[in-house]
């Protein structure tokens, strides 16, 4: 597995309902499938309704992919029903967090818990 991908669990607490979350998330998958940074090889989203919460597995290429897609897909329409309905509450990076990947952050108004420091040890992917 190369060393610089990136793959990120996003958790989610819901502001509303199971299916508002399917609703935005469905319309903002399409767009980033449609438009996103080519550096996303995977954008999947799960939905617990019974708890109000949901996740996100995006895998990235690298982490200019990472901000790359951040950069375009934080100003669309999207990405806005998304926060109207879920609430970031924690970003788990399994990879390097580079310091490109902090500044970033550091720019942002993310205010979900990080958690960091996730180095690949061993395993393969098909």
């Known amino acids: 597995m190369p060393q610089s991908h990136l793959t990120i669990l996003n958790r989610y607490s819901l502001k509303g309902t199971s299916a508002q979350f399917r609703a935005a998330i469905a319309v903002l998958a399409?767009?980033?499938?449609a438009e996103g940074?080519?550096?996303?090889l995977s954008y999947q989203f799960y939905v617990n309704s019974d708890e109000l919460s949901a996740r996100a597995v995006i895998d990235y290429e690298n982490a200019q992919a990472w901000i790359g897609h951040h950069d375009s897909?934080?100003?669309w329409p999207e990405m806005r029903g998304?926060?109207?309905v879920a609430a970031l509450v924690e970003v788990t990076f399994l990879g390097q967090m580079t310091p490109d990947i902090q500044h970033w952050i550091d720019r942002s108004t993310l205010t979900a818990r990080l958690n960091i420091g996730n180095e690949f040890a061993a395993g393969f992917r098909r």
Not at 37 to 40: A, D, N, P, Q
């Open 82 to 84: 998304l926060h109207a």
């Open 37 to 40: 940074h080519r550096g996303i």
């Open 73 to 75: 897909a934080m100003a």
């Open 30 to 33: 399409d767009r980033v499938r």
